[in-house]
């Protein structure tokens, strides 16, 4: 018997379904050409043994296998196509690819009778789980704003902790009822001027990646306001090619949505970059401890120092990790990740 999988199964959250998307695409692009790889609206079908699939939703995966073996597994390409694909799950998958015994499968196969039919989630906990809840339920979570002194923003409607699903489902569903009779926005503000290369497209563009020199509008992102003690990260993703608004620490409803726009230093340098690429006069709640952290960076950054007198260095970088924690209500992970690249 020629078969193989990985156990156990991959779950609905979120890191697994990138990897799972992203292996999906890679067998796609890898067998683009191929007659006998069918691409269904639910899965890949691959005509060959007992027509082997891969779904489109991994955790409703469970083997690629073909009891059709020797020769004949041979002949009709089954053998090559299951050395394949385990072979790319394993760089996508690692050590989670294992091979499978029929005798000691548990769990069934990808039901044959979901095959063809649309799959719609119908749960909003799901949804929130397990798929883009603003794609798919065209609600979004947030509502744009005037905010006083800055123009619009973003502001958060929905936001929950972490919870058993069914609990969520329950509170998000109520909240959701409340805001549908309000005046709930979810259009989107396009370009506001009729020649795109102008001060707006500047001060309404997210760099293309770190340091890139070509920008991008995106007519919701755009709306995001600066504060120096953020909640969100914005991150261009090359593969792609979009970028991607990441809450960084809990939101509460009614909290405005804003990321840095600046690439830190003093208040003078910071207020400088904004007013200048910006147009806009920043009054910071923050400087004191953002000097400090400042001055902590630029010495644990002396590497001279840090080979002559690495305790201090050290010292440094311990003391810059508790400013970090007190500046950013134990929400600076990023930052917190580089020191300790540093401190390594
Ligand atoms: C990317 S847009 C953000 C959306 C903008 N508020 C609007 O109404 O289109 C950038 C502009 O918003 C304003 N802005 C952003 N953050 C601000 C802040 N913290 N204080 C004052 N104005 C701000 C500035 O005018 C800046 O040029």
Known sequence: MLASTWSPCLSEGVVDRHKWNRFIGFIKNHYKDDSQVEIKPNYILFKAGEHPILPFEGHKFLHFSSKVSGIIAVATRVASYINTITRISKVHFGSRVQYWDEGADQYGNYDGNER?????????????????????LGIPLFEIKDIPGKGKGLIALLTAQSMPPNELELIFAARLRARRNNNFCP???????????????????????????????????????????????????????????????PIKTGEEVTISYNHGGTLIVRRAFLKEAFGFDYNCPSNSRRLLIQDLDDAI????????????????????????????????????????????
């Open 301 to 344: 950054g002396d590497l001279f120092r840090m080979q002559i007198r690495p305790k201090e260095s050290l010292s440094d970088c311990h003391s810059l990790l508790q400013v970090l924690q007190e500046e950013y209500d134990g929400y600076a992970r990023a930052l917190i990740a580089r020191l300790y690249y540093d401190a390594f």
């Open 187 to 249: 259009s989107i503000i396009t370009a506001r001027e009729k020649h795109p290369f102008n001060n707006t497209f500047k001060t309404n563009a997210l760099p293309c990646g770190a340091g890139s020199v070509v920008g991008g509008v995106n007519p919701t992102i755009c709306l995001i306001n600066h504060n120096c003690i953020l909640n969100s990260y914005n991150n261009w993703d090359s593969n792609a090619e979009h970028e991607t608004i990441y809450a960084i620490r």
């Open 116 to 136: 063809d039919e649309p799959e719609i989630n119908t749960s909003i906990a799901s949804l929130l789980t397990g798929t883009n809840p603003i794609k798919e």
